[in-house]
């Protein structure tokens, strides 16, 4: 059983250019997170969706775009990228309430 | 709205000693509350979870927490610290009253367990 699958592990882009962060679950949870984890910052709140077709917003959404067409997959789009954007990315899954997260192995990227 | 405070950014202890990581939290819900760890470059690990049910909660690896609604703490304990328990510990309460079940992080707690 895999869990939650994350891809690519490491990055480097430049300022301006465009990536696609990888998130695959199968364990038929319906919600999914995009986190990001900045030192000493604990992890904050990009996107989240409920279930196929429905996403929403976190704390900090600017400069990320994500789509859920099934429930196993959950990208998280970065189209301009700014050095801002360097940070840790994870990925988590949860059955539902209280149930508490599984966490990808998350993404580092650098935006230079 | 709810928060988490973790009091501790870094705790060092010898091998063998207890280890407490201290948390209090803020919810206007009947929170859930987890420990998360963090082993360097590696993803999130839940270690226990506290949903209403017994206010002593055991988890992996040795770990307990008690939930003190009097004092909004959730402090997570270890009779005897292990080398292998140096890693980066997470407090994390749920909202509990939206339908997506959103977790607000506290900043961590570095643990450093010396020989």
């Known amino acids: 059983n895999a869990g939650v699958t994350q891809t690519p592990k490491f990055r480097i882009l430049k300022i301006g250019q465009s990536m696609t962060l990888q998130c695959t679950q199968d364990?038929?949870?319906?919600?999914m997170y995009w986190y990001r984890q900045d030192p000493g910052m604990g992890l904050k709140l990009i996107y989240y969706?409920?279930?196929?077709?429905?996403?929403d917003k976190g704390e900090v959404p600017n400069g990320y775009n994500v789509s859920r067409s099934t429930t196993e997959d959950f990208p998280l789009r970065l189209e301009l990228a700014a050095p801002s954007q360097t940070s840790v990315y994870f990925c988590?899954?949860?059955?539902?309430?209280?149930?508490?997260?599984?966490f990808g192995s998350g993404t580092r990227l650098t935006v230079v | 709205a709810q928060s988490v405070t973790q009091l501790d950014s870094h705790v060092s202890v010898s091998e063998g000693t207890p280890v407490l990581l201290r948390c209090n939290y803020s919810?206007?819900?009947?929170?859930?509350l987890f420990w998360y760890v963090q082993h360097p470059n590696k993803g999130l690990q839940l270690l226990l979870k506290?949903?209403?049910?017994?206010?002593l909660v055991k988890g992996i690896n040795g770990f307990e927490a008690e939930f003190k609604k009097s004092e909004t703490s959730f402090h997570l304990t270890k009779p005897s610290a292990h080398m292998s328990d140096a890693a980066e510990y997470f407090c994390v309460v749920s909202d509990g009253g939206g339908t997506a079940s959103k977790l607000t992080f506290g900043t961590g707690t570095r643990l450093q367990v010396t020989l």
């Open positions: 364990m038929n949870h319906n919600y």
């Open positions: 988590a899954s949860s059955p539902g309430a209280n149930y508490g997260y599984t």
């Open positions: 919810s206007s819900y009947s929170p859930s």
């Open positions: 506290y949903t209403s049910a017994a206010t």
């Open positions: 969706s409920v279930g196929a077709g429905i996403t």
